[in-house]
């Protein structure tokens, strides 16, 4: 198989290591068993709507084995197919495919044992493995073998750098003089990494240079060019991980804008990421995903899900900054409970919302350009004029 060097964790190593030998190709399959779909086949879900680094064949999920992947996530197909195991994936295929990416992303971020026992038929066939969990495989002495045996990597993508590589909070991001727009919301798994994605597409259709930052491993995997997988950091590093992605982006693109990822929920009793995400990037503004049909936290059932009222109200106390408007989750929603739940927000909240996956994405830039009209390229050029 041709390679070249591409850095990545060696299935040796325990930290970041020096550049070591990966496939040219980038031909994958989504390993998701049970999860295509729903909360805890986020990453999977991602891949499968949008993906800058790797040729995504299929998805293994036997719960909805025999449909397009498209289909499942968004009533739309897209020709990628879900299939009931990785025999049939690579049969599928006509060829061992260079990767088989982990598409699980449970909240305690490990494995299970039929999970691992897939992982490692991917190994024995010569295939690549990407994990974004917080088990690391490089650690595991059975993958570690497994991959030596049969001359792959193992790329664990939620590992951190070495803490003397890591960055404090320093200041720089005050050097930063473009708006920085971050995407939060009311739960973990509600779409925010999504409206971001589309978010950054849909301006950059318009003519004005939007720049993404993530911060989870899925957007990393997706092939995202700056971002850190936060939730694997010491909380010391957070708010300085978070500035120097955003900085990096700003001095090596000269955007006009940067959308930064949110991660869980500033209400949530079990995640602290938004807090790091709103001091690391000082955003100007700042974009709540909601899910009016969930009642409950997804991964959390104890706990009632907030208002986006009151989300809104705890972003603006915590942070010197606005929310600009409101992005819906449209699950378990009709669509006239859509329609209504849109009206409803609108009415609430004083602010623009809509749902970026079935309503026009015009109405989406337009909550940015109402906030921020020194954005838009016509004002631009009718002002020079």
């Known amino acids: 198989m041709p390679v070249s060097s591409i850095p990545s964790f060696s299935a040796s190593a325990n930290d970041w290591a020096a550049p070591i030998e990966l496939p040219v190709g980038t031909s994958a399959i989504v390993y998701c068993e049970g999860q295509f779909g729903e909360q805890d086949g986020k990453t ?26 498209g289909m499942v996530l968004d009533g739309a197909g897209n020709g990628i197919p879900i299939l009931n195991g990785l025999a049939s994936a690579i ?15 449970p909240a305690d971020g490990l494995l299970s044992a039929d999970q691992r026992t897939v992982l490692l038929d991917g190994i024995a066939r010569g295939m690549h493995i990407i994990n974004g969990l917080h088990e690391f495989l490089t650690d595991d002495a059975e993958f570690v073998a497994a991959s030596l045996l049969a001359g792959v990597t193992i790329t664990d993508v939620r590992r951190p750098k070495d803490k003397k590589d890591l960055h404090l909070f320093s200041g720089r991001i005050f050097d930063v003089t473009c708006p920085r727009i971050t995407i939060l919301g009311t739960d973990g798994a509600i779409g925010k990494r999504t409206t971001s994605t589309l978010l950054v597409r849909a301006l950059n259709e318009r003519g004005i240079h939007a720049v993404m930052v993530g911060t989870g491993q899925t957007t ?36 006009d804008v940067i959308i930064v990822e949110g991660q869980g929920a500033l209400s949530h009793p079990a995640y602290i990421t938004s807090a790091h995400i709103l001091r690391g990037s000082q955003p100007a503004g700042v974009i709540v995903q909601h899910a009016p049909g969930r009642k409950v936290l997804g991964d959390f059932p104890m706990v009632a899900m907030p208002t986006v009222v009151s989300e809104i109200a705890l972003i603006e106390a915590f942070a010197d900054t606005r929310v600009i408007g409101v992005t819906v989750n449209h699950e378990n929603l009709s669509t006239e409970q859509l329609a209504a ?13 809509t749902d970026p996956l079935t309503r026009p994405l015009d109405e989406l830039v337009e909550m940015v350009l109402q906030a921020f009209p020194t954005l838009n390229p016509k004002q631009t050029t009718h002002s020079a004029a």
């Open 44 to 69: 999977a879900n991602g891949l499968v709507r949008h993906s800058e680094k790797y040729s995504i064949l299929s998805v293994i999920d036997t719960t909805h084995a025999g449909a397009d992947a």
């Open 91 to 105: 049969a599928h295929a006509g060829f061992v495919p260079d990767y088989l990416i982990c598409g699980v992303a």
């Open 220 to 255: 990393i995997i997706q092939g995202g060019k700056y971002g850190v997988a936060l939730d694997a950091l010491v909380p010391q590093f957070c708010s300085g991980e978070v500035e120097n992605q955003v900085v990096a982006a700003f001095e090596a693109e000269d955007p």
């Open 341 to 353: 739940a849109i009206d409803e927000i609108e009415l609430e909240t004083g602010l623009p919302a």
